[in-house]
């Protein structure tokens, strides 16, 4: 009786210190640059709790002369100032009108052939990407819960499973560790699934060091690390980032990091291009993640794309298709099953048997009155009939099959308080858990509790089932069952967690009893709760699909022992509710539609459960909205994202150009003075990224007439090559600058600082006519909002000049200005722009 | 021996009589006013032959004076100035903002909640519609063959089948007569499957009462009539034009046509809203009737929305997942099975087993080797030598599973076969079958020829099957078959095209022998291109699968009769080469990708086959398109329709909105006189739907600065309504005008003729400013091609307005002027425009 005692204590110890740290959490903070000086320096850039890094440090001042600390505003009702825009519309200027009109008909016949041809490769690599992931994660934790398994038989039965719990958690913390080191040391972007960030990219936010390279490597190693460490979470979402980094590095043909330019495909380094194969890059990742072509050509579309382009959307498509069958490809030859193409994805749910798919209007009335008698079985009972009290309406109204009808609001319900929990959880972290060290520290003790907590749950687990034939579990564990029995809670937690909810599908009814899938729930639900959106590299879906697949099956498990025997036997499997209750939690906190919909039909296998899905995710997402967010958007907000929804508020119609544009405008002339320039570029109060140019007096004190909008990057480019007036007369055969020259700088062009202008430069002149955008899109002051958001959104823009009845510039509207409105309780709302 | 001559001689009588038609067709063309003269006056609109109806008349002129017709230009080189853009830019004038403005939150959560509601009730009443065809055409089709086949049996031992012949023949000219003359001389626009004016609908294009409820009606009883009829035809692409017209109908809350005004839904009442439910309606009609919820989705996406707007998707889907519940719920009925939800649509190719869905890699330098062995077996061998032929560089180069290589490259050129043929029979139908009294004698006709040629095969054939247990065949004909065996040509042919697509995926291997297949395969494909187009309304679908399925079938027995035998007998199953066959050849003829790939793994129920038909409607696109393009794509070329593709033509960066723009434009000053007005929308050589307003001088002749935007439409209602400057000073209780009055009017605005302005209200005064979009869209001269039409096409918009820099306005442009353009084989193209 030693063992349990001593796991108790040391679960109670580890509880105690995570108390600990969250109410003496003041005093770390102080000490922390104490303790870790060499990382007390601000990181750069640090998503996910970025934005409030500098905040943080003012009110760690203050904290230095108050004792408690001010009530810092939440950050979702800010907008930071700090991220900028990707521009989706081409600077039409007369160099690239130029070399478009060069341009043969053989030319764009090749362009688009090299579009086909990047977006070949970006399939093909991300498939790679993912089988990489896949084989090393699958042989590293063969490896671990080998060691383990043995461990524990052997300690089973001389007693000392204390020694086999600690080897786990010692296992498990170091796995963890390294992989939250190298994400928060080394690319804090990395961290979580990435899904938020990219889809703050296709939205299009420039997120900072989102596609590099190095996030790359550290997002894979990152998420081998946390799924081999026993982490409750996925491998699947970091692919769509993957996917994304893949495309944005492929299509520019070069890697800055790697300081290698194969010069290849410079005709795609700009922001509208690049998004593209970005867009493409995350089908791929999301096709390779769950074998769903389709659906990821769906997300990216539900994500990203303001404008549907048919010829894009079918080279997604193209990329999603590359993507999974290169997956499949290279995974049938590494099982030796060459020819095998039955695992598209890495996540593999198994086929769904169509037999087995049956549901009958019939049963609906036999359900409700099963709710009435639902009360048997203490804590089972319960739960099913809670679960069955926030189905009374919905069930009459919405008029269909049973089981999602069920599931759909406690999907939603269940949904909505991981995400509520997951945003508190948040908030604390922004404000307490900033640094690495102490972002590691709470990645290991996650690791560390999850260990012991699925220990203990085996430990104290009573639930013995036979060893079948067809052997599902691929590391029985037989602790104190009888020979040939193996313990079944084991099942559930001693396996990754694909496995995991593989088995909860599949198993022949009985495999799990019920107390066995409800505690198993409830823990499982706290604990992907808290490890998401720890400074770890990995992905919310399985976790999620697994507590809804756990829960599903209870519930399945409870509806069939409530039947009578005899009448219907369907009803007995419960894989189907399973099924049914993943995605139904997936969708609760997600609150993806379609492309979910799409996925998961893909990911089964089978299109008959598809009906049942599309109602199962409607209905989480309506319930869900009904109190909080999805994940994704709770996170985006957290980080005060300027991201742009599908449309203006509803009712801000009220609101015209000339409300919400910034204004005054710095304009430059059409030729001005470089000093002007330098002066206005290096002012970084502003920090402005475009410039109308106007055509004015050069003694007019009344604004000019619009004549076109260049970039602070273009404005660089021309001060780093000197391309000024004066120049040009004097040295006839200087090179004339070229649109190339613009695509070496992309995407970073460097600051202003680097330049280095004379004195007698400043004196010179600039003629921009040549290098700006002669035909930037403009409206007038009296257009309303959602016009001048439809206009933004649906062409991508940047930059918006609004001007008077005379053409001359008044104000310019970016994407900040028009994300600030949003609706909430009381109407429209208008959110703190901060620098931040 | 009898029987067989007598219907030798019959179906060469008919040959000849088609002969004689076409050659001799100038002798009927002069004679035909004669002989039909009260339908003789041009129909007014009449689509798949409308542009040309009044070239034709001219040119019928002129045939009286010369002998031989003038070679007229193929009207795909024209471009007709009779079709009007929709809007789906809203007219944000001060009328609009007011109501806007008035409306609290809690209004627009009622317009959506009525949004939604709408699609919930478009997608009932689509499913119902397919309810309605799908048991109406079940009940008199099996009737009919119940006749035919007690006929046949009666005289297959006494001798006498010509009598049968006659009675087949009869009774399918009878039931195409009814369905060819109701849409001849009622509506001719329900003729074909609606496919192509529902493009053109989303596209943004006005096609003249395609939404109307005679058409629906016309467009039900029509395509009953012609699949009863045995024409070679399907009852599945007439759904989309259904599911739009319901879409039209129900979200206008009123119906013109029974002249019943709901006063439901009044918001509604104007294009962008009107359009957007359309889109829900075509994807309602794709879902009931291929059971393909988000197939429906992606078709309506890929063909119509300019702009993805997350929330419009998911009213869409909703739409469809209405729409297939509501005809699966009542067919279950139907079938007395309530509660058996496995008939998701109108078309059930039954399930796949995903058994029997395996390939291998290694299989294809097998099939290589068995190309070069393809010899055998005379006609079989060399039709799949042929096939072979075509595969051997795609073969190496997509480097994938065996049997879509194979199939991808033939179902294109067969499908660009298909298409080529039938844009020929086109143009003559244009130039010859143009009255209704001709196009009545053609759709009998071919209904004739088709039941002989039916009839003759099955004559013809010896190939007779074992009556099997689970007896697939509905009708089995023995005819000359011995006792407890059928004639298995007859399956193929009598029968509905949906059952033989049934039949040919899931027979088992040996139901079918290759001649028949062959034999099966040429003559359907002649029939159904001869049958598409005629003037009976009917899809290209089902027969397109059914030609695909044949051949696809064909080649797998051949593939699996040259295999060497206990080697691999998974090849045996030709099932799944119909299946991957019918994709391919549908692919080759419609060119659609994303969404029929969709549409396909949804109607199969199996997700596994979704790779290989990717790949192979891919291929079979990439084929196709390098001869010709896409069946929809030449039908509404030929209709001089102006489509805007997704992007403008790549070389146009070189044209600028000056060479692009209409000018000089009719403009109206913000207080403009009545008479003015007046004698402007009655011109009839401009007949302008849009006019910019302007603020000048009332002596200026120089352009005035731009104000706003007024529409045809709007100045109507105002003259109705005489908003008159001196009226609404002297009554000064009048009824100030509303919103409501100009929805009312939608959107049959009553023409300016039947206008009633007396001499002194011409002199009165109208002011605009109130009724004007005073925020209209506008660009620069210098603006290139590439960048208007961007603009035009993502905001869907109707008139743009060029500007000088003061603001002035120098021209407008319209659809027509960004669709002239177009990439021909020698560059940018300009197409002519022409009043017809």
Known sequence: MIPPVISKVFSCYLALLYLNCLTDLRFYLNKTSYLCPQFSGGKLFHIGRLSTVDLEEEIDEEESVVSRPKEIPHNEKLLSLKYESLDYDNSENQLFLEEERRMSQMG???????????????????GLIACFIDIVVENLAGLKYQVIQQNIERFTETGGL??????WVLLNSAFVMVGSVIVAFFEPIAAGSGIPQIKCYLNGVKIPRVVRLKTLVVKVCGVICSVVGGLAVGKEGPMIHSGAVVAAGISQGRSTSLKRDFKIFEYFRRDTEKRDFVSA??????????????????FSLEEGASFWNQMLTWRIFFASMISTFTLNFFMSIYHNKPGDFSNPGLINFG???????EYYLYEIPLFIIMGAFGERESYCGNLSLALLHFNGPVLFLVFSRRAHVSFTPAGGLLGALFNVLNYWLTILRIRYIHRPCLQVMEAVLVAAVTATVSFTMIYFSDDCQPLGEDQLEEYPLQLFCADGEYNSMATAVFNTPERSVRSLFHSPAGSYNPVTLGIFTITYFFLACWTYGLTVSAGVFIPSLLIGAAWGRLFGILLASFTPHNSIQTLADPGKYALIGAAAQLGGIVRMTLSLTVIMVEATGNVTYGLPIMLVLMTAKIVGDYFVEGLYDIHIKLQSVPFLHWDAPATSHSLTAREVMSSPVTCFNLVEKVGTIVDVLSNTSTNHNGFPVVSRLSDGCEPGKIC???LRSQLIVLLKHKVFVERARSRLNQRKLQLKD??????????????????????????LTEFMNPTPYTVTQETSLPRVFKLFR????????????????????????????????HGLEELQLAQT
Request: hydrophobic content about 45%.
């Open 162 to 167: 204390s020694i086999s719990l600690i080897l």
């Open 794 to 825: 649906a062409l991508g823009l940047r930059h918006l000049i609004v001007v008077d009845s005379d053409n001359q510039v008044v104000g310019l509207v970016t994407r900040k200005d028009l994300a600030r409105y949003h609706l909430g309780k």
């Open 108 to 126: 764009f016949k090749c362009l688009e052939m090299s579009r086909w041809l990047v977006c070949a490769l970006i399939g093909i690599l991300t």
């Open 708 to 710: 076109g909008l260049i």
């Open 742 to 767: 613009f695509r070496d700088a992309y995407p970073r062009f460097p600051p202003i600082q680097s330049i280095h202008v004379s004195q007698d430069e400043r004196e010179c002149m600039m003629d």
């Open 351 to 357: 086929r769904f048997d169509s037999d087995s798919t």
């Open 281 to 298: 890059g995350a089908a791929a990742g999301v096709s390779a993640a769950f074998g769903a072509p389709v659906g990821g050509v769906l």
